[in-house]
């Protein structure tokens, strides 16, 4: 069975232009060209990744992205932004994007990211990785994506429970970013370490971090999970 990517795009170029990549490089391609359908549409197809433009009639790409996550889908989410300022990329992150592309992109930087964003995916599927394990008072279950405190139930992305998974391999150990950033997004990552730095404020958020929490920034270096 064909790795399904659900394209969110209105401008026909763009679109025809992604369809024909990914159609190239063996994935199973579905559409939306509207983004007060977006959300349907992937209820609708199920698909193992989301390629999500920024600017769409009807929605904006921060709204689905916020809905989707308001709906506990799991799916990861590739935002396309038109948009190289920083903090445009930082309000997708916080909403619960996994990467992010800046127009215009180039086919192989592209392609790399939707690569390691699937392969992050299926490790956290893997029968070897999904054993239940705790970090302080959360449980997280890398087989629902769904970490546990208190009672409360929150669900993970690929990227934040990838994270997680390091964490808890390297407890005790000072991580730098750029070891974080190798084992979560892979060596082509061509981003910023604010990238990572988004995640882990969002994980913190998940955990229930009052103060120092579980997580803890090593000023000048990268973060340590403490035991």
């Known amino acids: 069975m064909k790795t399904k990517i659900l394209i969110i795009e209105d401008d026909p170029h763009i679109l025809l232009g992604l369809r024909e990549l990914f159609s190239g490089e063996g994935y199973e391609v579905a559409e939306c060209q509207r983004g007060n359908a977006a959300v349907a549409a992937v209820r609708q197809h199920q698909p193992a990744l989301v390629v999500l433009d ?34 445009d990329k930082v309000i997708g992150l916080d909403l619960g994007a996994d990467d992010y592309v800046t127009k215009p992109f180039g ?33 997280i279950d890398p087989r629902t994506f769904q970490l546990t405190r208190g009672g409360q139930v929150q669900k993970l992305t690929a990227r934040e429970l990838k994270l997680l998974q390091v964490f808890h391999a390297h407890a005790g150990e000072v991580l730098s970013r750029d070891q974080l950033l190798n084992e979560v997004w892979g060596y ?21 971090d009052q103060g120092p929490g579980p997580v803890q920034t090593i000023h000048g270096v990268g973060y340590k999970l403490v035991v």
């Open 54 to 87: 920024v600017m769409l009639p009807g929605a904006s790409g921060y709204d689905i992205c916020k809905a989707l996550r308001a709906q506990k889908f799991t799916v990861p989410i590739l935002m396309l932004t038109a948009k190289g300022q920083e903090i």
């Open 107 to 139: 086919v192989r930087e592209l392609l790399a990211r939707v690569q390691a964003l699937l392969r992050r995916a299926n490790a956290g599927a893997n029968a070897g990785d999904s054993e239940v394990f705790y970090i302080g008072e959360s449980a």
């Open 188 to 208: 082509h990552y061509y981003g910023t370490t604010r990238t990572l730095d988004q995640v882990i404020v969002q994980l913190r958020k998940k955990l229930g």
